[in-house]
């Protein structure tokens, strides 16, 4: 019998992703991208005997909003399954979305550094 | 006178010679056949002595041979243990590296699931990849404790509804298991692994011996001394015989041999036992659920279980994908707003304000609605202004970041 001194520790995490998934197939990528800002809809109630993802979800996104990203880093969890459980959220209708602003194209360096430089005059 | 003659005539006559022979041989006979009778009286006598003898021999030869006999069955007894205590020696040292390496596996998997998590395909994909390396993971597990090795220790307490979910990702047809109820009970940390691994084996037979598609639930209760884990399944129950099998597995009295597992090996029960004798707790199947399957209790004491909350998730710690780690983390309680030109060469942070940290229920830092500004990059030491001019600047650039970012403005692309 090996004394319990010999045990090694355990490193993984404990609950799998594909339980707290429940084994349902994910939603795309293009729905709830990575930098999607999300929030709890307000004056909503949390749905009855949620998980404690779904909990730790809510209590997050109650504040104001967060991004996607944000949202799975602060679960430890894959970003595919913060997506599935907030899409969850907002099938139920508890979650707002809202786009991240379209990254600027084209930008004219130009003008920024007018804008730069008005600001400077402005308050520097 | 004629009887005198006759008498005298008869003495003389041949037919008394003749009688007065038989008769000597008649004597000679009966003294010889007595003398032949004494002499096998003491043969017999003899035989008899001998007889005894011989008997006492047997006796004596037949305990000898029952010591023999007892000695050789103890001296078998003794090699089979040992060569089953070997054996158990050399799987337990094969297993540990098994294990060892599933857990590693494990961990890789887990970096992978969120480096790759934003595309569904990938993440498909890693966590099938998972689901099999947990059942290996298991089964290394099941054949370590049965060969008198130990599971791997957990660092931290477990709710009881965690332990049951860890549970469920063990096992094959692990889609089938409903988890119902939720207790402020968490297991210790000692016990974590040992009622996972129980519980998924209970769980594995709950799924491999119900139809399948069939629903295996597990409820969890508080009772007043304890905590119970109920898994019941929609098969069609055990006999009595294999009831009676399953009550020695799982309450057993001595080492349990490898070699009478059967093959394939039939493991549940035997390692259910021998996890639950060894950290205290009941396993009992010996009911039958509402459906009229089986039904599995686990019940576990209160001395493995505490009111503490197990630690949120250890976030980052080198396991965050680049995109994600790029964009700014929420640990303090008041974020960041995201920079939209990130400081390069000199990162002017704010000081984060040392208040006491908000957290919610789960142990996560509290996001704040109303976020101070703390990035503020200056490209070069700006000119010396009163403080009064500062905070009114900081002021402005606060309020027009905050209406920027303010949830109920209704520009913008929102819909719900």
Request: one cysteine or more; proline letters at 8%; charged letters at 20%.
């Amino acid at each position: 019998m090996t004394a319990p001194g010999e045990e090694q520790a355990v490193s993984s995490g404990f609950v799998r992703s594909y339980v707290i998934t429940g084994g349902r197939g994910l939603p795309d990528a293009q729905d709830l991208s990575l930098v999607t800002l999300v929030t709890i809809a307000p004056d909503r109630q949390p749905p009855p005997n949620p998980s404690p993802e779904v909990r730790a979800i809510w209590e997050l996104c109650s504040g104001g909003y967060l991004s996607v990203a944000e949202v799975a880093g602060h679960l430890g969890q894959p970003v595919g399954v913060a997506r599935l459980l907030l899409n969850d959220l907002a099938e139920q209708g508890h979650l707002m979305r809202r786009k991240a602003p379209p990254a600027a194209q084209l930008v004219d360096r130009k003008i920024l550094e007018e804008v730069l430089h008005g600001l400077h005059v402005r308050f520097g | 006178m004629a009887l005198e003659v006759s008498l005298m005539t008869f003495a003389q006559g041949p037919l008394l010679w003749a009688l007065v022979v038989v008769a000597l041989i008649a004597v000679g006979a009966v003294l010889r056949a007595r003398k032949t009778n004494i002499g096998l009286r003491r043969q017999n006598a003899e035989l008899h002595q001998q007889r005894d003898m011989l008997q006492r021999q047997r006796d004596e030869l037949h305990v000898a041979h029952t010591g023999l006999t007892h000695q050789h069955s103890a001296e078998l007894a003794e090699v089979r243990r040992d060569a089953e205590e070997e054996t158990k020696a050399v799987l337990k040292a094969a297993v540990r590296t098994l294990q060892g390496l599933a857990d590693e596996q494990q961990v890789v998997i887990e970096n992978a699931q969120k480096k790759y998590g934003d595309d569904p395909g990938m993440l498909a994909d890693l966590m099938a990849i998972d689901h099999a390396n947990s059942q290996f993971g298991r089964r290394a597990q099941g054949i370590a404790v049965l060969c008198g090795g130990w599971l791997g220790r957990r660092e931290t307490v477990a709710s009881v509804f965690d332990v049951a979910r860890s549970a469920q990702g063990r096992i094959r047809q692990f889609d089938r298991v409903r988890v119902n109820g939720q207790v402020n009970f968490s297991v210790v940390s000692k016990a974590v692994e040992p009622v996972a691994v129980v519980l998924a084996e209970l769980l594995a037979n709950a799924t491999n011996y119900s139809a399948p598609g069939a629903p295996v639930e597990i409820n969890i209760q508080a009772v007043p001394t304890g905590v119970c884990l109920i898994v019941d399944d929609a098969g069609l129950g055990m006999g009595q015989e294999e009831k009676d099998r399953a009550a020695a597995l799982l309450a057993p009295q001595a080492a349990i041999s490898v070699s009478s597992l059967g093959i394939p090996p039939q493991f549940g029960f035997a390692v259910s036992g021998v996890l639950a004798a060894r950290y205290g707790f009941k396993v009992s199947v010996d009911s039958v659920s509402p459906y009229g399957g089986v039904r599995a209790v686990v019940l576990l004491p209160d001395e493995l279980l505490t009111g503490d909350v197990p630690s949120p998730p250890p976030v980052a710690a080198g396991h965050y994908d680049a995109e994600v780690a790029a964009l700014p983390r929420r640990q303090a309680p008041a974020p960041s707003p995201t920079p939209l030109f990130p400081p390069v060469g000199q990162p002017a942070v704010a000081p984060q304000p040392t208040g006491p940290i908000a957290t919610t229920a789960g142990g996560l830092p509290k996001r704040r609605r109303k976020s101070p500004v703390s990035v503020v990059p200056s490209a070069e030491p700006g000119p010396v202004r009163s403080n009064e001019e500062t905070a009114s600047r900081l002021g402005a650039f606060q309020r027009g970041t905050r209406s920027g970012r303010d949830m109920t403005t209704t520009e913008g692309p929102e819909f719900q």
